[in-house]
Structure formats: structure tokens, C-alpha cells
């Protein structure tokens, strides 16, 4: 979905809305008769929990290179709301483990990826800021991905008439509006601490493949380690190209065409997605509104 609305509230206030998911009752299909477009999804649980605890922390680090209060607001609002949905991917994973499909293996890969690959550098001076402002670029290109994923979600309403689990929904929602809502304030911070062009279609062209490669790698882990196949299932290509048909994940065509728009010069988030259409989302999530009452 690309547009650009009038419509549109000009700024929200970042808030990080403290909920709570209980998973009691989650089957390990949460869509029913789909293992594959189950775990296409459930890969996010695998990567987020460390991926969005490295947002938190690079964005602290840049806090004293931002000279504009609003923004400022905005990166704290973002790290909170980040903080937050490391969390609560975090607890879909702990009922994965704690129901026979155990993710830690795949999911120490990826922490050592961010921690040790993507993590602090003994550097000083010059080059820790520019280490520093390469991580912000890597960042902005990857919340381009976040937010195309949160509109995917919030349109996707064949989700709900495949009877996909509603608990699971609300996370994917409340998460995917929340990315919606701050999709501007990595390329914001980005571009008030550098801003170089080249430097942000590099960026991009790196998350654009290693995340490629973590989600092949990711459901191929998830449909081996699914205590219900027993590795009788594998993941094939077609099998994506019939639920991206079918709208239970995001179709190759959708994703492929979400990249474009990032190598304009005059790129801005603000350009793709529905300001409203998350707020209106936010104002009815069940876990949402709980944690505001």
C-alpha cells in the first residue's frame, strides 16, 4: 500500500503501551491446516526479540548526536515501543520452547549476528561515530521492511477468514500498527545525523539480502524443528507463491515491489502506509486497550 493521504495526521506522540499476551491456548498451527504460511510468519518471533533490543541500543547511543527536540521526542517514543515488542516476541517463543519446538539454536545465530557482527566496535572518535551512523542507515533500510510488513498485516483480512488464531492476530497488529506509526523516525534520525544517499542504498542493499537469507534459513529451521510434522514436511518455493496467492503472507510481488521506492532521492516513509489505519487498529486492540485501562 503506497499513498499519500491528506487525510493524514500530520505527527503522533510515540507511546509504548505495555500489553500482555497469554498463549495458554495458542496451537502450534495458529493457522489452521497452514504449517508453512505459520511459520513464514512465526519467523518474525525468531528475529525481532534480538533484532529490536539492538534498535534500543544503537538509537541510545545516537541520543546525543540529535539536535532537534522533536525528534528526540520521537527516537524515545520509538525506543520504547521497540523495547516492548522485543518482549512480547519473546514470550511466543518461550511457548514455543516450552512446547517442543525449540528455537534456540537459530535464535543464538541471530543474537550472535547482532550482538558480535552488528554490535559495539573497540573503535574511538571518527570511526565509532561512523560505525555508529552506518548501524542508524542499517536500521532506517530494515524499518522501510518493518512498516511494509505492519501495513501487510493490518490489510490482511484473509488472515481472519482463515480462522487464524486471534491472540496471535493482536500481536501481529498492535506490532505491525506500532511500525506503521513510527515508520519515519529511523530515516529521520538517519538523515539528521548523515543523511549521505549512497551510504542509505548500501545500507539497503545489505538488509535486503541478509534478510532474504534469514528467512529461508528461518522457516526451513522452524518446519524441521514444528513438533507436529516431525520433519515430515519441507518448504518449497511454490508453496510460497500459493499463500502469498492466497493472501496469508506477503507475496513475492508485494515484497518485491516495496523496495523500489526506498532508492529515490525523494523517499520518505511518511509516503507509504496509513497513519489512520493504525491508530484506528490501536483504538480496538484487545491487548492495546487492556494495557491503556
Known amino acids: 500500500?503506497?499513498?499519500?493521504?491528506?487525510?493524514?495526521?500530520?505527527?503522533?506522540?510515540?507511546?509504548?503501551?505495555?500489553?500482555?499476551?497469554?498463549?495458554?491456548?495458542?496451537?502450534?498451527?495458529?493457522?489452521?491446516?497452514e504449517p508453512f504460511a505459520t511459520h513464514v510468519?512465526?519467523?518474525?518471533?525468531?528475529?525481532?526479540?534480538?533484532?529490536?533490543?539492538?534498535?534500543?541500543?544503537?538509537?541510545?547511543?545516537?541520543?546525543?548526536?540529535?539536535?532537534?527536540?522533536?525528534?528526540?521526542?520521537?527516537?524515545?517514543?520509538?525506543?520504547?515501543?521497540?523495547?516492548?515488542?522485543?518482549?512480547?516476541?519473546?514470550?511466543?517463543?518461550?511457548?514455543?520452547?516450552?512446547?517442543?519446538m525449540d528455537t534456540r539454536p537459530y535464535v543464538e545465530q541471530v543474537g550472535w549476528m547482532f550482538r558480535k557482527v552488528l554490535g559495539d566496535r573497540p573503535y574511538g572518535g571518527r570511526r565509532a561515530e561512523s560505525w555508529l551512523v552506518q548501524r542508524l542507515a542499517m536500521i532506517a533500510a530494515i524499518e522501510h521492511y518493518t512498516a511494509f510488513l505492519g501495513q501487510w498485516v493490518l490489510d490482511a483480512k484473509a488472515l481472519d477468514a482463515a480462522g487464524a488464531d486471534p491472540t496471535m492476530l493482536d500481536l501481529l497488529r498492535w506490532h505491525g500498527a506500532e511500525e506503521v506509526e513510527h515508520r519515519s523516525v529511523a530515516y529521520d534520525l538517519y538523515m539528521h545525523v548523515d543523511g549521505s544517499y549512497l551510504r542509505r542504498c548500501h545500507a539497503m542493499v545489505i538488509a535486503m539480502v541478509v534478510l532474504a537469507v534469514l528467512w529461508v534459513r528461518g522457516v526451513k529451521y522452524l518446519m524441521a524443528a514444528d513438533p507436529v510434522l516431525r520433519g515430515r514436511r519441507k518448504p518449497r518455493w511454490r508453496d510460497m507463491l500459493r499463500t502469498g496467492r492466497m493472501g496469508l503472507t506477503p507475496s513475492y510481488w508485494q515484497m518485491l515491489r516495496s523496495i523500489p521506492a526506498y532508492f529515490r532521492r525523494s523517499y520518505h516513509p511518511s509516503q507509504h502506509g496509513s497513519t489512520s489505519q493504525a491508530i484506528a487498529y490501536l483504538a480496538k486492540s484487545p491487548a492495546a486497550q487492556a494495557a491503556e485501562h
Not at 491528506?6 to 489452521?32: N, T, Y
Not at 533484532?51 to 548526536?65: D, M, S, Y
Open 1 to 33: 500500500m503506497s499513498h499519500i493521504d491528506p487525510g493524514e495526521p500530520d505527527r503522533v506522540v510515540l507511546q509504548a503501551r505495555d500489553v500482555e499476551f497469554d498463549w495458554s491456548k495458542l496451537p502450534m498451527h495458529w493457522i489452521p491446516g
Open 41 to 100: 510468519i512465526n519467523f518474525l518471533h525468531l528475529v525481532l526479540p534480538e533484532g529490536e533490543r539492538w534498535f534500543v541500543e544503537v538509537f541510545k547511543q545516537a541520543l546525543p548526536l540529535i539536535k532537534d527536540d522533536q525528534l528526540l521526542e520521537d527516537v524515545r517514543g520509538f525506543v520504547g515501543q521497540e523495547a516492548m515488542h522485543a518482549e512480547s516476541h519473546q514470550g511466543v517463543l518461550d511457548h514455543f520452547d516450552a512446547h517442543g
